[in-house]
Structure formats: structure tokens, C-alpha cells
């Protein structure tokens, strides 16, 4: 075996030369909208700016200094206070769902898969304006409630923390949804059935055969709502009146806001960055530990 | 099959053989909804210039895309302070007052203000004032100013611009501060009343403050004075007050940035717009002050009594260049806007 792999040296580079063309537009890709943007901004962190909000190449680390200020820091807690509420409502509320989905026969599974994806072919904005028009003071759901006598006084639904966990929900309920699918479809019934033989309860297999086996779907849609959802801007701006400044308006603000701080905007955003990358590779080395 | 091939070759040439020398364009950089379309197709139809309308959504915005240099305009509209900023920074071009013979339309008064004390780089588009909306229906008692309007029994029922400056320049004339003096000590004194205010409110929104008002979501507002206009030609039962404790104008202007392509295109239409007959459309779109006096003729007798476009402004007090101190009122407003919400 050995000998024959050295005696051809030359078939053995070809499929890694292959194999790296093929990687090549994945990693041009990568360098182009990943990696570089990211050296820009760690790069502009240690920057200073002029009075017009220019960016100057200097090296300071008051950016950072800054940063650890607990006016900042409050605003980050409540940023991951808004994430986490609306990653555990998802999961709760997708969870049946996707359960559901993959134990429905052919025809209807696509048919009610097509219409969770449905809400992306209209514009984001588009459908956080519906909800303002449905929540308003003289909206449809008070108008409805007041028509049909249940309440006496319209109720404040608007400009509430409440619309923006709802609107939160609502943004991100689909990614979810679809990763806890994916586990679900490939659970065997069979298992469960085998629970149940072995004297399991509902709860008992659905806690010690269900949940564990779907826990890698459930793991991915709580990163794929939990990291987009703590950095959203437009629906606190637009649901909550901007009445509570979360993260990404803050960071919003330094680049094409009032402050004209692009250095600080920079260096919130790099903190922002490496505390996910942390995150990320604690909860990897975990699931790692696991496993093995 | 053949017939893709056809149009994507046919888009492929399109795309990559120079603009021919005919269709001469003017790159239009200017607030979203602030320029009517109709102005824009007038000018093109005269001209031939094809006009393309790039947006955004503050000064600031404007001035960092500038900056950055991704695409050359060649007519900009900085709201007055910015425009200070850019002319002490050599970043706008003198203008040409010989191609511009409408500029004798324009009242004195908006002219050789601060930020341009020659009025050689600018010219006036709009000016508005920041003031106090009433819905008289619900709101019966009377409000003169800042006092009478943040007060506890009017909690969560008021909208105001998101607009840190603004929010910090009320405080300031409150407390019988100038609203330019933007000093560590002079925030410092403004903090407890923001405070106190920010508690109060229940929607900041700078872009459409008067959809709140309309919806009945709020019943009081600081706002545009061109929102304020719509607002009350909409609807008699919205009122508009000028604060007692003091309010400050904005000059919205139109100028050619130092980096301008095609300035003599700049300058043909910013002579178009100083057209009585051109800037009366702009004044029935944005019911702003209208600083051309001929334009002004030809409004309605009812366009000019709306107490929200045409107030009785006294002297000018606009909002000056304050440079990075733009990072201390940020700092501010952060971090009681997050103590306000609780």
C-alpha cells in the first residue's frame, strides 16, 4: 500500500489540487466579507477620529476604555436579556411545531414546511410595519376587542417591551423551527416505542430519548436566534418606540448616527464579536467533551 | 434558450460600454422624502440631465458617506451645522452666484446666516422650526412650552424626534441655557430634567413622528414643523406651539460638494429649484418655510396661515457646529434613555 501511494505521487496532489480549486470561491468569500471586514474593524478600534468623524490611524485603547463603561454595559446586559427571552420563546413555541412537521405524511409536510418559509418572500420591514398596524391604539386587534366588548379601553400593545419580544419572536421564529425539524425527521418512532416498552411515561421518553436526540437541532436554532436577535436595531426602533437602547442601536449610532464615533462603533462591535467567538468555543468544547 | 443568451449578451454590453456622452447626469445626494419627484422629472425633461437621487436619513449619514468617497456628488443638502463643519473643512465648492440669477428670490433673512456668514457655498432649501404638537381633543389644558408638556400626568403620552441633540438642546434652553452650549458642565446641569423627561415618553421616532399622533398612540409631540404642517392641514383638532422657554430653526440648504463631477450641472439645478413656480411644488410636498419669497405668491391663502409652516419666526437661532463634544450628548442620552426604560 505504502509503496504504491509514494510510486504515484503525482495522482495523489491532483484530487487535493481539486479539492482547493473547489474550496477557492468559499474562501474567496470568506476573506472578502468575513475576515476582512472584521481586520477593518479591529483596525479602526484602536483608531482615533476627527471632528467630522474621520477615521484617524492612530494607536489608542480609549475606544475599549470606553466601552467598559457601565452605561455600555448595561445596555449589553439588556441586549442579551432581549436575545435570551426571545430564544427561549422560540423553542417553546417552535418546538411542538417542528415535532409536528416531521411526523406529518408526505404531501402535507411540504406543503406546511413552504408555509413557515412563506413570511421570507415579503420584505422584513414590510411585515414589522403589518404588526404596527395590527397593534396600534386604534389598530386591528383593538379595534376588534373593543368591538366585541371584551375590553373597555384600547390596551397598550405598541412601544412596549412586550412588541419587541414580540416582534423578535416573530422575526426569528422560522430559524427555529427548521433546524429542530431537521433533527425530528430523522428520529427513529421506533425508539420511542421502545421507551415506552421499557416502561417510559410520555415525560420520561420525551425527556430521556426525545430531547436528547433532537438536542443538536435545538442547539443550532438556538445560536441562529440568539446571535441575530441580540444585535437587531430596526424592530426596537420600530416596535418599542426606541424607547430602550439595545446594542446594535448603539453601534448603529456611532457609524451612521449623530455620534459620528466610527473608532467606538468599531470597538463595541470587535468586543461584541470576541464574546460570541468565546461563547461559541466553550459551548463547542462541551459538546466535544460529550461526545467523547 | 437562444433568446437568454441573446438578452444576458445584450445586458452584459449595456452594462460595460461607457454612458454616452448625450445623457449628461447630475448625482443628486439629498434627504429621503425631501426632493418631489415631480421637480426631478421637470428638470430632466428640460434639460436632458438625468438626475440620480441617492438618500439618506440624517446629516451625519450624509457626511460619512461623503467622506468615505465611494461616489462623487454633485449637489448635496446639509442640514446648517453640517454644513459649517464642511466649509471650515474646505469640503464644498464656492458657488458660481452668476449662474444662479434666481437667488434674488430668496429673503434676507435666510441668507448670511452662521454657518455660512458670506452665503457663498450655500443656499437655503427649507427652513423648519422644532415645536410642540397638541391633539386639542385630548389634551385641554394649555401647553405654552417645555414645562407644560413634560409633566407627570402626560406619561407615555408623548412622541418626540429621536434626536439626541434636539432632546439635549430643550433641557438647555429650559434651564435658560444657550442651546449651543454644549459644555461637560452645561450637560451636566441638563442631566436630572432629561432624566425626568425621557421617563415620560413612549415613542422616539425621528423619521415619522406624526404616525403616532395620527394613530392616537400619543397625544403630544416635539416635532419637524413639517410633520406638525401635515399634521394640522389634516386635521383642525392638532395644534402647533412654539416652546416659551425658547426653540431653535434649522436651515436645510443645498450645496456643491469640493468634489463635485458636474458642477455646472449643480448649478443649473439649483437654479431650476429657485424657481417661484419649482419651489412652490416643494412647499406643497413639504410644508416647510419656504425662504423664496416669490415661490411663497403663489401658495394658498390656506398653505400660509398653517401656524406649523409659517410661525412667527423671530431672529434665526440655529444649531452651530459642536464637533466631537457629538460623543459626550450620546454618552448621555444612552445612558438615561437605558435608566429611563428601567
Known amino acids: ?292 | 434558450m437562444p433568446t437568454v443568451v441573446r438578452l444576458l449578451t445584450l445586458a452584459l454590453v449595456a452594462a460595460i460600454s461607457p454612458a454616452p456622452r448625450a445623457a449628461e447626469s447630475l448625482n443628486l445626494f439629498a434627504w429621503s422624502e425631501y426632493v418631489p419627484q415631480a421637480v426631478i422629472d421637470g428638470f430632466s425633461q428640460e434639460t436632458g440631465i438625468k438626475v440620480n437621487y441617492a438618500t439618506y436619513a440624517s446629516g451625519e449619514e450624509m457626511l460619512s458617506k461623503l467622506l468615505t468617497g465611494g461616489a462623487a456628488y454633485d449637489l448635496i443638502q446639509p442640514p446648517d451645522y453640517i454644513a459649517e463643519a464642511m466649509i471650515r473643512n474646505k469640503l464644498l465648492r464656492p458657488l458660481d452666484r452668476a449662474r444662479l440669477p434666481n437667488l434674488r428670490h430668496l429673503a434676507p433673512e435666510f441668507l448670511a446666516l452662521p454657518h455660512d456668514p458670506a452665503s457663498a457655498y450655500t443656499v437655503p432649501y427649507m427652513i423648519g422650526t422644532v415645536g410642540i404638537v397638541v391633539n386639542t381633543e385630548r389634551v385641554k389644558e394649555p401647553i405654552r412650552g417645555y414645562r407644560d408638556l413634560f409633566q407627570k400626568k402626560y406619561s407615555n403620552r408623548i412622541v418626540v424626534v429621536n434626536d439626541n441633540r434636539e432632546i439635549v438642546s430643550w433641557a438647555l434652553v429650559t434651564l435658560g441655557l444657550s442651546q449651543n452650549d454644549i459644555t461637560r458642565a452645561s450637560l451636566a446641569k441638563a442631566r436630572p430634567l432629561i432624566a425626568e423627561w425621557l421617563k415620560l415618553v413612549k415613542v422616539f421616532d425621528s423619521d415619522s413622528p406624526k404616525t403616532p399622533l395620527l394613530n392616537g398612540d400619543v397625544d403630544l409631540g416635539v416635532v419637524w414643523s413639517g410633520e406638525a404642517a401635515k399634521l394640522i392641514k389634516g386635521n383642525k383638532k392638532f395644534a402647533y406651539v412654539l416652546p416659551a422657554e425658547g426653540y431653535h430653526s434649522f436651515v436645510d440648504l443645498l450645496a456643491i460638494p469640493a468634489t463635485a463631477k458636474n458642477p455646472a450641472a449643480a448649478h443649473r439645478f439649483l437654479d431650476y429649484v429657485l424657481r417661484p413656480e419649482v419651489s412652490k411644488l416643494i412647499s406643497d410636498e413639504f410644508p416647510y418655510t419656504n425662504p423664496n419669497l416669490a415661490a411663497r405668491k403663489l401658495l394658498s391663502p390656506e398653505q400660509l396661515a398653517n401656524p406649523a409652516s409659517y410661525p412667527p419666526l423671530g431672529k434665526l437661532d440655529t444649531f452651530r457646529d459642536i464637533g466631537k463634544a457629538a460623543a459626550d450628548i450620546d454618552k448621555l442620552m444612552t445612558d438615561l434613555k437605558t435608566a429611563a426604560a428601567k
Open chain 1, 1 to 292: 500500500m505504502t509503496d504504491l501511494v509514494q510510486a504515484s505521487p503525482g495522482t495523489a496532489r491532483l484530487p487535493r489540487f481539486t479539492g482547493w480549486l473547489l474550496l477557492a470561491p468559499l474562501a474567496v468569500w470568506l476573506i472578502a466579507f468575513v475576515v476582512a471586514p472584521a481586520l477593518i474593524l479591529v483596525v479602526y478600534s484602536f483608531s482615533e477620529r476627527d471632528e467630522l468623524g474621520r477615521v484617524v490611524f492612530t494607536f489608542t485603547l480609549e475606544n475599549y476604555r470606553r466601552a467598559a463603561d457601565p452605561v455600555y454595559l448595561a445596555v449589553f446586559g439588556r441586549s442579551v436579556a432581549y436575545a435570551a427571552i426571545t430564544t427561549a420563546i422560540c423553542a417553546v413555541l417552535a418546538y411542538p411545531v417542528a415535532w409536528t412537521l416531521a411526523r406529518t405524511r408526505a404531501p402535507w409536510r411540504g406543503r406546511l414546511l413552504l408555509l413557515v418559509m412563506i413570511p421570507f418572500w415579503t420584505s422584513f420591514l414590510i411585515r414589522t410595519y403589518a404588526w404596527i398596524t395590527i397593534l396600534k391604539s386604534e389598530g386591528l386587534l383593538n379595534g376588534l376587542l373593543l368591538y366585541t366588548h371584551t375590553i373597555a379601553a384600547p390596551l397598550e400593545l405598541l412601544y412596549t417591551p412586550g412588541a419587541v419580544v414580540l416582534g423578535l419572536v416573530y422575526a426569528y421564529l422560522p430559524f427555529m423551527i427548521l433546524p429542530i425539524y431537521g433533527s425530528a425527521e430523522k428520529l427513529d418512532p421506533a425508539l420511542i416505542e421502545a421507551a415506552h416498552d421499557l416502561g417510559c411515561g410520555p415525560w420520561q421518553s420525551f425527556a430521556r430519548v426525545v430531547l436528547p436526540l433532537t438536542r443538536p437541532g435545538l442547539a443550532a436554532g438556538v445560536m441562529m436566534v440568539f446571535v441575530p436577535a441580540i444585535g437587531m436595531f430596526a424592530i426596537s426602533d420600530l416596535m418599542g418606540g426606541a424607547r430602550v437602547p439595545l446594542i446594535g442601536n448603539v453601534i448603529q449610532d456611532q457609524f451612521v448616527g449623530q455620534a459620528r464615533d466610527k473608532p467606538f462603533g468599531a470597538a463595541l462591535a470587535v468586543i461584541f464579536m470576541a464574546l460570541f467567538a468565546l461563547l461559541y468555543w466553550l459551548w463547542q468544547r462541551r459538546t466535544e467533551g460529550r461526545v467523547a
